[in-house]
């Protein structure tokens, strides 16, 4: 059976297993540093352990691969027959993970 967890960063929550890479929200942190997650659920087989809402002892922990910036989404903004358009672009800051161990 899969081993794996949820956690929650940057007010989402995430299923992960050791050796995932994720794309999560900024975190302020050094590529190459590493960090710990507390978990919410715990998955081990056919054991499952649930939080309330943090588990006592159970930790994810991950690697920082390195920061970057999303691709660039189009915000347009049109009203008919008035002349009114606005264009404007949004790139998501974002900080890459690999589990190393849950």
Request: aromatic share 6%; proline share 2%.
């Amino acid at each position: 059976m899969s081993k794996f967890a949820i956690i929650e960063t940057g007010g989402k929550q995430y299923r992960v297993s050791a050796g995932d890479k994720l794309k999560v929200e900024k975190l302020k942190t050094e590529d190459g540093g590493s960090l710990v997650f507390d978990a919410l659920l715990k998955v081990d087989g056919d054991k499952v352990e649930i939080g309330t809402p943090h588990l006592v002892g159970g930790k994810v922990e991950a690697k920082v691969l390195g920061q970057g910036r999303g691709e660039k989404k189009i915000i347009f903004r049109y009203h008919s027959k008035t002349r009114y358009r606005k264009k404007k672009g949004h790139r998501q800051p974002f900080t890459e993970l690999e589990i190393t161990k849950i």
